[in-house]
């Protein structure tokens, strides 16, 4: 079986959305996620699928909207031009009003899955503090001295343990006085090291918990410093564990109805990209192979 090779390449291994639209793959519009997010103006989101259903393009692509890239210390670049000729442009002037606005703070646990939390530990310090060096510029800002250093300690690796925990509500608090706007957290596979943490063959999950919980909490409950936040994630880790207090939470599973064709292709999706390909004589057996999922009421 060929593939018309005049034809947009598949998205195969690309994760991020930036580099699939810049790459000219093949990308199913999602954009429209955007817009619900913002027409329900959850304060924080958390959406749990299971694996392979683009739950990572569909948070660099939030990122990719909301984040003012104008200051970024990695090469900040003028990303309205992704969103060009998707649905979320063709909404109008009050969503694309949103792109570019805000400050984002974008994470993901995934490499924070190891044997032993010293190791899971000593991941979560590097992601955190890479993060932070992703926002330097805002040093510019931050008149006190203390909070100067404690900026400094944190990107260099060399933080305490409470520092870290509660090191997301300080970067949210940094990047507001830079910014004069509140920040939007993004937290890919939320989930990993939790998972990990409790299914390892040498079990470390109250350990996990006990720097996550502050971590999670400090910054997504009581913040006056953020916008929202959207996290995603394959399980739904109990409130009771990491989220104590966390009542502006809106959990959005497989059950939930809303958000429900955004991840995952919908059949009409398919059938578009088997049309395109040239494939359309194969539709049936794609839909042996790989039908079969309900997300609220509908079929991917």
Not at 40 to 55: E, I, S
Not at 116 to 135: L, P
Not at 199 to 225: G, Q, W
Request: glycine share 4%.
């Amino acid at each position: 079986m060929s593939i018309d090779a005049t034809k947009k390449p598949l998205p195969v291994g690309h994760s991020f959305f930036d580099e699939v639209i810049e790459n000219g793959l093949y990308y199913v519009d999602k954009t429209l996620f955007i817009q619900d997010i913002l027409d329900r103006k959850a304060k924080v989101t958390l959406c749990t699928r299971p694996r392979r259903f683009g739950k990572t393009l569909n948070q660099t692509m939030l990122k990719c909207f909301f984040e003012d890239t104008t200051t970024i210390t990695d090469g900040g670049k003028d990303t309205r031009a992704l969103f060009r000729g998707l649905k979320i442009e063709a909404a109008g002037k009050r969503y694309m009003d949103h792109q570019g606005q805000y400050p984002v703070i974008f994470l993901t646990f995934k490499e924070a899955k190891r044997d032993s939390f010293e190791d899971s530990y000593a991941q979560f310090i590097k992601i955190i503090a890479k993060e932070f060096r992703r926002h330097d510029y805002v040093m510019e800002k931050i008149a006190h001295p203390r909070d100067r250093k404690l900026f400094e300690k944190i990107a260099d690796e060399d933080a305490s343990f409470d520092d870290y925990s509660t090191s997301l509500l300080f970067l949210c608090e940094c990047l507001e006085i830079y910014h004069g706007k509140k920040a939007v957290i993004l937290i890919d596979e939320y989930d990993v090291p939790l998972e990990n943490a409790w299914s390892c063959p040498t079990p470390f999950y109250d350990e996990m918990v006990a720097f996550i919980r502050p971590l999670l909490s400090c910054a997504l409950k009581d913040n006056p410093h953020l916008q929202m936040a959207v996290m995603t994630g394959c399980l739904r880790i109990s409130k009771e564990s990491i989220f104590t207090g966390l009542n502006n939470l809106e959990v959005i599973s497989i059950l939930n109805k809303y958000y429900s064709e955004y991840f995952g292709f919908t059949q009409l999706e398919m059938d578009a990209l088997l049309d395109y390909y040239g494939l359309s004589d194969k539709k049936q057996l794609v839909r042996d192979w790989y039908n079969g999922y309900l997300f609220g009421n509908t079929e991917v």
